[in-house]
């Protein structure tokens, strides 16, 4: 039994952050008030910290099977406990892609062994992600996955995406997708703008997002599917997003916390670091995005972890590979919007902890009695400067190398058990 004191709840449930107590029995949170704390012999003085339940991050890139050298189930573990993740949802990019239930086996079995934090898979949605056969989604659900996507591969054909919808339907399973219009940006490592032009930069409109999205819209009307739009980022997309949610339809949106806190301007002088996908917009997107996840609009914050070797990324800005990694610089980066003002703590882990666990039915994401004890306690207002090469995932792409930032993990705790601890 563990009592944890003086603790700034953050609450993303009932939107509250009050100073209390919370207790912790055989890996379930049992107990929780504001005064009068019982006794117990283990004890953990939070000494007014924030204590939060701990993040679940959709659309981690774990490449195993295929290249382990950029990043491990044990290398990212260590990384998503140093950054207050819990529960990795990783994605199915893979070489080769987890299309089977052999393959969904072997990870699976390999995060179990090698993984200090919880992780869950998705599935791709079609064979090899290339958009002609759907998966055996049934089989894939019963072997252990979440949900189907194929990533940044977006299904061009209609009729094998129809089918794909009204299969998992069907199944009950959620798909996630990609709102990029495939054509429009092929090849494109910029957002359309003076800039990107006089850059020479490959660019393309904010349309490709609206336009995929309206199709995508148009089809989960059809069949009544489950759908998940993985990462939103322009202010056109969102009037669109709004009247289907306000009609009823089963859907959600998320996007990256790098489209959150910066925008087109911070790529300079072709920065490869700040090369990511969807390319960065521009500043009146980024605040748009805020906006909605504000009022809800937007549920989902995630750090798309895209881990990437030096050799890639150290190429002139087109040939350059996409992404940058994020499990231990989401919550800092998350925290510039509470510094800001923009939203506050509680809004911030609806997004990161609560909303994820609904979407995808996992226990926790809250601080309710009776949720398992997946914790992180942080101090908000901690000052660092950014030293990539300290980062725990064997990748160190990340375009925050260098800035000071707020907010440091002291620990965090997977089922009641400490995983990380700052001291």
Known sequence: MT???????????????????????????????????????????????????????????????????????????????????????????TLSAIDTPETLEFVTRRATSDSIVKVKHLSALTKERAGAEMVEIGFMKDAGAVAFTDCDHVVQDTKVFIRALTYAKACDALVIGHPQEPILSEGACATSSPKATLQGLPAVSP???????????????????????????????????????????????????????????????????????????????????????????????????????????????????????????????????????????????????FNPARRLELAGGDLEVGSPADLVLFDPDAEFILDRFVLKSKSKNTPFDGEKMNGVVCSTWVDGQQVFSKI
């Open 3 to 93: 009592l944890f004191i003086n603790a700034k709840l953050i609450d993303p449930k009932n939107q509250s952050s009050d100073i209390g107590w919370l207790r912790v029995e055989n890996g379930v949170i049992t107990a929780r008030g504001l005064k009068d704390a019982p006794q117990c012999d283990e004890v953990v003085d939070c000494e007014g910290h924030c204590l939060a339940p701990g993040i679940i991050d959709i659309g981690v890139k774990i490449p195993e099977p295929g290249e382990r050298h950029k990043e491990s189930f044990a290398s990212a573990g260590n990384a998503a406990a140093a950054g207050g993740v819990t529960t990795m949802v990783t994605r199915p990019d």
């Open 207 to 353: 349309i490709a997002e609206r336009m995929e999205i309206d199709r995508t819209l148009a089809l989960i009307e059809m069949t009544k599917a489950s759908y998940h739009f993985d990462q939103v980022t322009t202010a056109r997309a969102l009037p669109a997003l709004e009247r289907a949610k306000n009609n009823g339809n089963d859907i959600t949106a998320g996007v990256s916390i790098h489209h959150l806190v910066l925008n087109q301007e911070d790529v300079g002088d072709y920065r490869t670091f700040f090369k990511i996908k969807p390319p960065l917009r521009s500043e009146d997107d980024r605040l748009a995005i805020i906006k909605a996840l504000e009022t809800g609009l937007i549920d989902i914050i995630a750090s798309m972890h895209t881990p990437q070797d030096e050799e890639s990324k150290r190429l002139p800005f087109e040939q350059a590979a996409s992404g940058a990694v994020g499990l231990e610089t989401f919550l800092p980066a998350a925290l510039k919007l509470y510094h800001s003002g923009q939203l506050t703590l509680p809004q911030l882990f609806r997004a990161m902890s």
